[in-house]
């Protein structure tokens, strides 16, 4: 169909920005208000079309490499990409099955939801086990079909089970390149375009079932 040809297009570029601490907090543990600066450090997980790092050790041959990804960073990119975005605007935030998956999902979450932003994500799916996964060429058609003002995929794309990332789309312009590096660049260093909302205008959290949509 062509809508699938169009996210598969879109789903190219679809990117974002992480990386450091090697823990992941557990749900509820997350402030808003955390300061983002320092928490990336090293801007090389930020490629041409995504972010992809650790969120395991690694080992290569006698070296072995740290996580430098967790749902801190996760939550840093959901405040600087939701304060591009004016408030009361929708996007969606989703995963495929990787290691920190789910909690990198909650951890966009509440950021986009600390600068006024609503946000979709998928309702757990039996065929994957209760859980809410769902492929990244489905989030791709979703955006599409619904015109959302952007999204993220936690994906580790085709890297080994000990990587993950995020694919992000502004709008249905995938962030990629110059923009992905100077946004990322941004983020690592807590500059955000504006502050938080107050807590009665925090953003909304809806579930749809988008793979019941896809395949309708």
Known sequence: ???????????????????AMDRA????????????????EDLGIIGGYDIRARVLEVRNGNITLPPNLNPQIALAFGRGLGARIEPGQT??????????SEAMVEALTEGYRSKGI????????????????LPTGVLSWFLIKSGLA???????SH??????????SHGLEALYGDELKAEGTKI???????????PGQRGQLQ????????LA
Request: charged share 20%.
């Open 1 to 19: 169909r062509q809508e699938l040809h169009d996210a598969g297009c879109l789903q190219k570029g679809l990117t974002a920005g992480l990386r």
């Open 25 to 40: 907090l557990p749900r509820g543990t997350m402030s808003s208000q955390a300061n983002p600066t320092k928490v990336i």
């Open 91 to 100: 996007v969606v935030v989703t995963s495929d099955h990787r290691h920190l």
């Open 118 to 133: 609503n946000v979709i994500q998928n309702t757990p799916q039996k065929i994957y086990g209760g859980k809410p996964y």
């Open 150 to 156: 952007g999204g993220v995929q936690v994906t580790g």
């Open 159 to 168: 890297n080994p089970s000990q990587y993950n990332g995020m694919k992000i």
């Open 188 to 198: 690592a260093e807590g500059i955000e375009a504006r502050p938080d909302v107050p």
């Open 207 to 214: 579930q749809v079932d988008i793979l019941a949509q896809y």
